[in-house]
């Protein structure tokens, strides 16, 4: 039956018979885990467009002035071994889908900085260089404990991206090029995850990440709110 392998997508057969033949609809641990399952697939969509307005918003202005790239290796660093250690944990795709699409545009967004400062060829061997890492990691020859071990490193590594940023944000006196759009996707992302990785993984690690990981999103948001009508041209003013 057609209807019922679509709605197995996002509950299980216990779930399914209380919702569509007992039309039990307040069952409490259904109701949370299917809110988990729908709350995953909605992000991992989002995740899919999260970072397009930062990366059009670069090519517009033709600069990628105000986008740390130390900040963006971190980032992709904790994205890398999220969506690593979260496949080798066979972890569903609703709980991780996110990192994976947030690596492909963080790499793309990695080679315009290059790009736009000029080091093109510069840009081109990080992608690949980046491309051995990923096969590495997520291809299953690195061993579960090391992937752990690099998903423990994770926060920090999180903090110290997002603490660049905010200190690049602090010195410039405006936020450059980093889209409000993107910053607030992903700090509501984050939070969601809070919710999915508890109900879905129940993985200490990863939940404890998204909870650093909303922090300093939200640090983020706070200056592109705070520095809202500042522009480098007013700074060197």
Known sequence: MLFKQIMNVFMSDECYHLYFVDFNFFDGPCFSAVLSKLLGYAIVLGAVLVKVPQIQKIVSAGSALGVSFFALLLELYAVTSMFSYSLAREFPFSTWGDSFFLLIQNVIIGFLIQYYNGKTA??????GMLAIIVYVLA????PLRYLATLQAANMPAVVVSKLVQAFDNYKNGHTGQLSVITVFLLFNGSLARIFTSIQETGDNLIILNY????ICNGIIGLQILWYWNATPKEKAE
Do not use: E
């Open 122 to 127: 510069t840009g081109a061997v990080f992608i």
């Open 139 to 142: 291809s299953g020859l690195t």
């Open 211 to 214: 909870v650093v990981s909303s």
